[in-house]
């Protein structure tokens, strides 16, 4: 679609010049952002289910070492399963992740998911200490995820490399498709919403931004090793734009309720690498 | 920074074959998300403020309208000044801009910034019914604002098209940096949040890119007549290509806390115009 029979071939005089970057910027795991100003709370309605939260999990810690730490006179036998069995830490992560891929971290309260999963508050204090805590495991969850996809997709022998990411692409759109275009990208819906989130955030959203970028420049550079991309590109360079766009093409994709974005990104890329 | 010394050319042979959209995707405005349900707000909470809020606008609307409205009776002379004025209206509009830039819609109360702006919350229900109403005002000043950006450096006579096009980008990251890269774009924050804003939201936020598009595709249009881009592209498809892909770009600049992103991005955008 970007490509028309060629007639012509462009100039490109330049009065107004940008710097490009001299190294990549993936792996800058800093976090500058200020932690939020106590009067800038999206939530300064009378906080009484904070506190009844507070008090719900420190009575439930208290029981927890009261009667679960191992002492000296207890009966011997197969400890106690604790409430929060790896089960229900599962449960919560699945459907975190469900809500958070929709709606992003700020619009999404602990409540909500635990009744979704069907999961006790007191479940969700033994797996996690707060919101924040939660959120960090779903980041990590999610870039294990992804990372595992992705390294099946580029492991395809029967694949070209640039088709193991065309791969990649149709089944990241038949997942938007599956769920009606509602959910997008952990980490891109998280990464818009950086300057609301606790700070600790960012180097974990940009770490997994990293480790998809490195698997992509993996596969990026077998396709100029088979001669699928030109030897004048730069695989680093192609996978670091690759996922600057891709995120962008997924959230249109979210707004549109369309696959159109994720398909013209797709082709403007590969054009790209065609040249 | 893409275009080391060609050595050689890529093939592009594809098992995995994408499906190019036949046309526009970007005049869509039917909102197909459901309301949300009354279940799936995203504060449970006692809604003491909520019923304040309403009390507050309903008394207030009261007042204004056993006031405010021409009587057989009333003296003659100058209006009474009504307690909204423009001034106020414009501070609330501005303030709104900077915070939903940052944080998104779900993240900010209108207290918020009815306390940064310093203006009554009667003069912010004379002016807007609910947030909703605000935030559906705000998206209309953003484009307004971003429009007449565009416009402004596609007008630049003085430099060729695509170096208009590097203008803005310039401008824009300087923009960024101005504000330490935690403000991005207040379409791209939205478009991410979109399964938990009103759905009136989508076609706004559609009409706001496909508006950014068009003034684009017309300064890709003139750089092709010009000789800057190869007969062969398709400035609509390029348009749509830049403004997929500048979305993520400064979602990650954001991120990052870096211009690279955006300079990366256009790096690889104008690389593809040149081929």
Redesign the interface.
Known sequence: ?????????????????????SQS??L?PDA??SPPKP??S?????????ILHLIDHLVYKQKMSSTDAPTPGRRRGRPRKPPGDQTARQELIRTGLEYLT???Y????V??IL?AAGVPKGSFYYHFDSKEDFGGALIGAYNEFFSSKLRTWFQRA???P??RL??F??DA?KGMEKH?F???CLV??L??????LPPGF?SL??SA?SDWQHLTEACLLE??NQ????????PD??A??F???????V??A?????P??L??????F??????
Chains 1, 2 share one sequence.
């Open positions: 679609m970007f490509l028309k029979p060629r007639m012509g071939s462009g100039s490109l005089p330049g009065a107004v010049r940008l710097n490009t970057p910027h993936f800058r500058r952002a009067g800038e999206s939530n300064s309605a009378i906080p009484v289910r904070q929709e709606r992003g700020c619009a999404v309260a409540d909500e009744r029967d694949l070209s640039l088709d065309r791969g692409i149709s759109e009606a509602r959910r997008g891109g819906n990464g818009q919403e950086m300057a609301a960012r959203l940009s931004l396709a100029q001669g699928e991309i030109g030897k004048h590109h730069k360079a192609l670091a734009f996922w600057i766009g891709w995120e962008g093409a959230l249109r979210k707004l549109e309720q369309s159109d974005p398909r013209q990104f797709a082709a403007g590969f054009a790209l690498t065609s040249n």
